[in-house]
């Protein structure tokens, strides 16, 4: 840390250049104030040396505090991208002519700066991936961590959408044909690493619209100080009292009365709020975007892996009648015992909780597996003579009755009761005997439904995404405290229902990972993209999940929510600071001319240069006071946005109200005993 504060000095300093100075209006009129300020410390003025050395002295200040807190924000953001730049390097890649040549180990070695859009290559175990792009041949363990910071590998396979892989990672088992998608070489950790450091980030539209607001209230208050000198000279001479105020005072009064403050902090507020982004995982490809999550009141997201745990799990044993829940069981774990899915484990799990049914040791000549295949939509076992079925119930029944043997009425009821439920039936069937259904349930992760209940009560509607049956989705919807769902999703009813809300005016925030999410993701305002999805989705998206959570569109909400709030936060702040200065330091600058004005110095300064001198060096300290609220940002909480309105107005509205009367009385009181 004490590495990052010595380079936001240094880079403070560096910050003075004019060409820079200039990008920011606000500060650009300090910038000129401490220069004329300077220069007329050499010239003779009505207000004594050491004043002048001194208002020169915090105006330069002023300015460095203000590059200071942006410099300490990009600096946070160049240390994250530290370890991806490690990751970013020349490696040697395998490119091969056609699909095939890999099996020939037909490869031309080259450098992955080298590569281009469309060509193939050859990666292999311990070898980096050296560009972005997507599987065409192969499956492999992937190691991310150099990119997402996660240890655990994970699987990245031709086809489906996990098919994506990103340069700079690296494979830890078998082999990928790869098909380049960067384009002339710029990769996505180059546009990571331009996002995270800030060097290359547009203002948002949010950030231009404050930064005109703030202009305007300077160029004001310049009009007003450019006239005070001419108009007190007049003013002197018509009462025959006091005399004009002196160029060094006008200047100390307009740097005092303009928005510095906010002016001063606006970059790093918003920097910061995409380096907590970043921390996160996730990379805003546009401030916008951040900005965009603040204002959501519509969120998609997915039913799978996002509101349940991904997949469905057995969680009860459902026997018709005549039979024994623990035969059901039994037969049910026969028929899973090859299964090697989800399901299938939680299967063999479940018979094994509930009647400690354990596995079987078989040898090849007493048991044949059947595995789960399209035509048959079923899966099972033949042992010593017994065959043991399980599958959907259409399928269960057909393989039942084309054998003569009779269905049950009560496996149809127990069936509905499932789907009713949101669950998925299986039916098990013993030697054609149909011994019941097991219940497969999708299972809502913890947390999930008091998430949607605090996304609620700040007027977010949220609405579940899934390709299940409206039946099935409406129980879970229920189950999950969703506001809404849309059932049997399609890439067409996705984006529709964007439109919808969109032309309602709200703003919609959705996740995706395949290529049928694209449509959708690139009509969304808000766009998490799975890292591990599709190209498509990627490109589509504005934001991008290294951690590939669904769930993250939440914390991105929260992050783009309190950015905002941090900036309206310390607008207010500011704006009632200055109407605050504007009170305290006016009348005792004008009493010697119009001694009437005395009675509103109702703090009793001690004189015009020690008031002046007081609120312009609480104007600087302020600065460095509220860099840590800019940094890290106001504290969140679920609240509708009008409450949140009237705390901040109360809580930095009032705040900024009375602290510079005690700030500039204190400051006052101080000077007074070291002047006077």
């Known amino acids: 840390m004490n590495k990052l504060y010595q380079a936001a000095l240094l880079d403070a300093v560096k910050k003075l250049d004019p060409r820079l100075q200039i990008k920011n209006p606000v500060m650009f009129i300090v910038y000129i104030g401490a220069i004329v300020t300077s220069i007329l410390c050499f010239t003779k003025q009505s207000v004594p040396l050491w004043f002048m050395v001194t208002v020169a002295f915090f105006l330069w200040l002023t300015l460095l505090f203000a590059n200071f807190a942006e410099a300490i924000a990009e600096g946070r953001g160049k240390a994250q991208a530290s370890s991806l730049k490690e990751a970013k390097k020349a490696v040697p890649a395998f490119k091969i002519q056609q699909p095939n040549d890999w099996q020939q180990e037909k490869f031309i070695e080259v450098i992955s700066s080298d590569l281009k859009k469309g060509d193939l290559i050859y990666v292999k175990a311990g070898q980096q991936i050296p560009a972005d792009g997507e599987v065409i041949e192969g499956a492999a363990s992937v190691d991310e961590s150099a990119v997402t910071g996660e240890s655990a590998p994970v699987i990245r396979e031709s086809g489906g959408d996990r098919s994506a892989v990103t340069g700079g990672t690296s494979l830890v088992s078998d082999f990928l044909v790869i098909k380049v998608t960067a384009e002339n070489g710029h990769s996505f950790l180059d546009k990571m690493i331009s996002m995270v450091e800030g060097t290359q980030r547009k203002k948002t539209p949010n950030e231009i619209g404050l930064q005109i607001f703030l202009v305007t209230l300077t160029i004001i208050f310049l009009a007003v100080a450019v006239t005070l000198v001419p108009f007190t000279d007049f003013s002197s001479q018509l009462a025959g009292n006091g005399e004009a105020l002196s160029t060094v005072i006008v200047i100390a009064l307009l740097i005092c009365l303009a928005p510095t403050t906010i002016g001063a902090l606006v970059s790093s507020i918003g920097i910061a709020g995409m380096s907590r982004l970043t921390k996160e995982n996730v990379i805003a490809m546009s401030g916008r975007a951040i900005e965009a999550a603040g204002d959501v009141d519509i969120l998609l997201l997915d039913k799978t892996g996002t509101i349940t745990l991904g997949n469905r799990r057995a969680s009860e044993f459902l026997p018709v009648a005549g039979v024994n829940e623990r035969d059901l069981a039994d037969a049910a774990q026969l028929s899973s015992l090859s299964d090697e899915t989800a399901e299938g484990r939680s299967i063999v799990v479940l018979a094994k909780e509930k009647f400690d049914i354990r596995e079987r040791e078989f040898t090849d000549k007493e048991v044949e597996f059947i595995d789960f295949s399209a035509k048959t939509r079923m899966s099972g076992i033949n042992y010593q003579g017994t065959q043991v079925r399980k599958g959907a119930a259409d399928t269960m029944k057909k393989y039942v009755e084309a054998a003569g043997k009779t269905y049950p009425a009560d496996c149809d009821e127990l069936v509905d009761k499932v789907a009713r439920a949101g669950g998925t039936p299986l039916v098990v069937v013993k030697d054609l005997q149909v011994l019941g259904v097991i219940y497969l349930k999708d299972i809502v992760k913890n947390g999930v439904k008091e998430k949607f209940s605090?996304?609620?009560?700040?007027?977010?509607?949220?609405?579940?995404?899934?390709?299940?049956?409206?039946?099935?989705?409406?129980?879970?919807?229920?189950?999950?405290?969703?506001?809404?769902?849309?059932?049997?999703?399609?890439?067409?009813?996705?984006?529709?229902?964007?439109?919808?809300?969109?032309?309602?005016?709200?703003?919609?925030?959705?996740?995706?990972?395949?290529?049928?999410?694209?449509?959708?993701?690139?009509?969304?305002?808000?766009?998490?993209?799975?890292?591990?999805?599709?190209?498509?989705?990627?490109?589509?998206?504005?934001?991008?999940?290294?951690?590939?959570?669904?769930?993250?569109?939440?914390?991105?909400?929260?992050?783009g929510k309190q950015l905002l709030m941090t900036r309206g936060a310390l607008t207010t702040f500011s704006i009632a600071n200055d109407i605050a200065k504007y009170f305290a330091v006016i009348p005792v600058l004008f009493y010697s001319i119009y001694p009437q004005l005395n009675a509103l110095n109702v703090m009793h300064l001690a004189s015009p240069l020690t008031a002046i001198l007081a609120a312009l060096i609480y104007n600087a300290l302020i600065i460095v006071a509220l860099i840590p609220l800019a940094l890290k940002g106001v504290r969140y909480k679920e609240k509708p946005a009008s409450q949140i309105l009237r705390d901040n107005l109360l809580l930095y509205g009032l705040g900024g109200m009375l602290a510079p009367f005690v700030a500039i009385k204190l400051i006052d009181m101080l000077l007074a005993l070291i002047i006077l």
């Not at 309602?504 to 993209?529: F, I, K, R, S, Y």
């Not at 190209?535 to 669904?550: R, T, V």
């Open 454 to 559: 605090d996304m609620r009560k700040m007027g977010i509607k949220t609405i579940m995404i899934t390709g299940d049956n409206p039946l099935t989705a409406a129980a879970i919807a229920a189950e999950a405290g969703v506001d809404d769902f849309l059932a049997e999703a399609t890439p067409e009813n996705k984006m529709t229902l964007i439109r919808n809300y969109q032309e309602e005016g709200h703003l919609v925030a959705m996740t995706g990972d395949g290529t049928n999410d694209a449509p959708a993701l690139a009509q969304a305002d808000v766009a998490l993209a799975m890292n591990t999805g599709t190209q498509a989705a990627k490109e589509a998206g504005n934001m991008i999940d290294l951690d590939s959570s669904p769930t993250k569109l939440l914390q991105v909400v929260r992050i």
